[in-house]
């Protein structure tokens, strides 16, 4: 059922995937120009929740004291908090749903990508090799994988404001590292295209924050 609603979505992507390998001549450009054009159309719902991670980020030391003063007190935390999130107008919900949003295309590209057969029958002399590399198979030097779980882990850092995740912090790109490497090279090479967007999009909107996390990453 749910697949059948996302094939909507799949088609377009299917036509602008192939629009680009016929432009480009090239599947893994092909894939990155798309990543790219999608990214582009999500742009609104990403950068909203780069600025509400930003706003969670920057109150993190109120909440803290709150945390501190009423340790013991769970339900006047819970209403200090929401008075603070009110008071600098922030909706922790709010940083979610531009996710939630987004999630259907992302399953519609990875379904996209691994459906290979599509492409070869519908592009004559279509060739999935990129630097080399087969991008309708797994990576055999790992090195995407590598990337994808490198880059998730440095996407996660910039956008966590709760400390305390520190275990999902690390255990997600170990996870998505694990998994890639059964992945065919196009999904991940997306993967890791689509983290160095984010972190691009991250570093324009703020900069010293960028800079922070990777100092304090490098401290750790």
């Keep these: 059922m749910f697949q059948n609603l996302l094939q909507p979505i799949v088609d377009v992507l299917l036509v602008v995937l192939q629009y680009l390998y016929n432009f480009s001549g090239n599947y893994g450009l092909a894939i990155i120009l798309l990543t790219i054009i999608v990214r582009g159309v999500t742009f609104p719902l990403t950068h909203k929740q780069i600025k509400s991670a930003k706003v969670m980020q920057e109150i993190q030391p109120e909440i803290k004291k709150l945390q501190e003063k009423y340790k013991n007190d769970k339900e006047k935390l819970n209403e200090e908090t929401m008075k603070l999130w009110k008071e600098y107008n922030v909706n922790p919900v709010a940083g979610c749903l531009p996710l939630l949003i987004q999630f259907p295309v992302l399953i519609a590209m990875f379904q996209l990508l691994r459906e290979r057969d599509i492409l070869f029958q519908e592009i004559a002399d279509f060739s999935p090799y990129f630097l080399g590399m087969d991008m309708t198979m797994p990576d055999p030097t790992y090195i995407l994988p590598v990337l994808a779980g ?3 882990y440095l996407q996660q850092k910039t956008m966590t404001t709760d400390q305390s995740q520190k275990a999902l912090l ?6 998505l590292l694990v998994i890639s490497i059964n992945f065919q090279s196009g999904l991940v090479l ?6 160095l967007l984010s972190l691009g ?3 324009l909107m703020n900069k010293p924050d960028l800079k922070g996390a990777l100092k304090g990453n490098e401290n750790s």
């Design 190 to 195: 997306y993967l890791v295209v689509s983290n």
């Design 201 to 203: 999009q991250h570093l």
């Design 170 to 175: 690390i255990g997600m790109p170990i996870m």
């Design 150 to 152: 490198a880059t998730t």
